[in-house]
């Protein structure tokens, strides 16, 4: 049975399960009065979430406690579900490059293959 909203004259507003909609309105709860059926709300249960990302995956020996079995099964299940995401929402996928540096000068911003190497007047090493 499908929930319907309905509203008395006496402003009572109320949700009701019924059996069919093309009977008759139930009374208000309230007074007893004659009810009318109105628009339901939109109800969202929550937010979706993409989960995390790959740039979230930790990226060195160390991010991973040293390579503690805990934190890879952890990380092999959060980027599995996020490959999944991604196969259904390719537009989730973002810049999948692989990362070639992300410590020192590049912690703020890695460089990912195809990148250009930042110059000297950059305030980088020179390219090479």
């Known amino acids: 049975m499908p929930i319907y909203d309905y509203t008395c004259e006496c402003g009572n507003r ?3 399960l019924v ?3 093309d009977g008759p309105s139930p009374d208000c709860p309230g007074c007893g009065g004659p009810t009318r059926r109105r628009p339901s709300a939109v109800r969202l249960g929550g937010t979706a979430s993409a989960g995390r990302s790959r740039d ?3 990226k060195s020996w160390l991010g991973t406690r040293q390579g503690d079995r805990e934190t890879l099964r952890h990380w092999h299940r959060q980027l599995s579900q996020r490959e999944k995401l991604e196969e259904k929402y390719p ?3 973002g810049d999948r490059r692989p990362v070639l540096a992300h410590e ?3 912690a703020g ?3 990912r293959a195809g990148d250009i ?3 000297k007047g950059d305030g980088g090493a020179a390219n090479a």
């Open 104 to 106: 020192g000068r590049f």
């Open 14 to 16: 109320f949700e009701m």
């Open 109 to 111: 911003a890695p460089l």
């Open 56 to 58: 979230d995956a930790p």
């Open 91 to 93: 537009e989730l996928a």
């Open 19 to 21: 059996r069919s909609a």
């Open 117 to 119: 190497l930042p110059t």
